[in-house]
């Protein structure tokens, strides 16, 4: 049974820095795909960042330049460094992952999700 737990939210304020985690358990290879979500109060998730098999980063609009994605395969773990938090960023962020063959930018695509952690920017 795959498994992603989240860590590493909290609250900042802005200007500040986070660092998300996500642990995944439960697959016995790398997991090709992978990615961060968010979903503030009253709106539609929405994609952060993701990261294909080849370790190819792609982010939003919002966070380019000031997040980054990145794994250490041999821990299975995925990170999502935030740099210069903006109280837009505040969200509850979610670790997803896929084990399609083409790895994708919609949330439909994912069929593994941790329980989320929460990030609040102040201003």
């Known amino acids: 049974q795959v498994q992603l737990v989240e860590s590493g939210g909290g609250s900042v304020q802005a200007g500040g820095s986070l660092r998300l985690s996500c642990a995944v358990s439960g697959y016995t290879a790398v997991m090709p795909c992978m990615a961060w979500f968010r979903q503030a109060p009253g709106k539609e998730r929405e994609t952060v960042a993701s990261?294909?098999?080849?370790?190819?980063?792609y982010y939003s609009a919002s966070v380019e330049g000031r997040f980054t994605i990145s794994r250490d395969a041999a821990k299975s773990e995925l990170y999502l460094q935030m740099n210069s938090l903006k109280p837009e960023d505040t969200a509850m962020y979610y670790c997803?992952?896929?084990?399609?063959?083409?790895?994708?930018?919609?949330?439909?695509?994912?069929?593994?999700w941790g329980q989320g952690t929460q990030v609040t920017v102040s201003s």
């Open positions: 990261l294909t098999r080849a370790d190819t980063p």
């Open positions: 997803a992952a896929s084990s399609a063959p083409l790895c994708s930018w919609s949330s439909q695509r994912y069929n593994y």
